[in-house]
């Protein structure tokens, strides 16, 4: 355990801005000891979304800072693929048409097949978006255009705390958001010479199954993905586990 009276210690990895504020407020709330290791950060591309769509969907919250002025007013049908996107586009003032029942690509493809085809669909997202949203439109009739309003990288130190903790054993969870994620813990456990074998023995959630895919590619065994992709859920699950 993380600390004398053996409060569990989870590390996650949200952005360094007030999403790893949040994280951290609600895993103490939830009685765990937090451990904030942002693995993202994020490099604006200049680039700004098509207005002639009749569909334009956002992935995240980081798009819609980038993006919201520029699809307010518009006449398009705007999707948000999940709760934290539409909150995001709503205090934009930017309304939102259409939020899947499953926060995911696969999930806002579902809610949107029957709606597209033959319509222009505009996707603004970052640089790691899923395939699996571009060809699932693709495949539903739309003509899609994707513009990548942004890169992710790994920041300079990114990971190292928690190669540390995981090497003196202080950390007893890990929570994975996206399969970069994954990738970039990866990258700093192989950099500092811990190895992936550290995770052996922690519990280690997943945001959904993509991302316990990407893990379990690379030898990573998942312990739980929750019902649904939210972070609080997954700190829900992770909560249950340890």
Do not use: N, W
Request: hydrophobic share 35%; aromatic share 4%.
């Amino acid at each position: 355990m993380s600390d004398e009276d053996d409060t569990p210690r989870v590390a996650f990895f949200r952005p360094d801005d007030a999403r790893a504020e949040r994280a951290k407020t609600r895993a103490r709330q939830r009685g765990l000891v937090p451990l904030s290791d942002p693995l993202l950060e994020t490099v604006p591309t200049g680039a700004t979304p098509r207005t002639d769509a009749g569909f334009v969907v956002l992935t995240s919250v980081t798009g819609v800072e980038i993006a919201a002025d520029d699809i307010r007013g518009s006449d398009a049908t705007v999707c948000a693929i999940g709760p934290k996107t539409a909150e995001a586009l709503r205090e934009a003032d930017v309304e939102v048409d259409v939020v899947p029942d499953a926060y995911t690509s696969t999930g806002l493809v579902e809610e949107l097949t029957g709606r597209v085809d033959g319509a222009r669909v505009e996707v603004a997202r970052s640089d790691h978006g899923s395939d699996e949203l571009i060809d699932g439109l693709f495949d539903a009739g739309a003509y899609v255009h994707e513009t990548v309003l942004y890169g992710l990288r790994r920041p300079e130190g990114g990971g190292e705390e928690t190669a540390r903790a995981l090497e003196d054993g202080t950390v007893d969870a890990v929570l994975f958001t996206s399969s970069l994620t994954v990738e970039y813990l990866v990258d700093a456990l192989e950099e500092t010479g811990v190895g992936v074998t550290a995770l052996d023995g922690v519990g280690v959630y997943a945001i959904g199954e993509p991302t316990r895919r990407t893990a379990e590619s690379v030898g990573i065994e998942v312990d739980g993905v929750p019902e649904k992709e939210t972070f609080e859920s997954l700190l829900e699950t992770a909560e249950d586990g340890v």
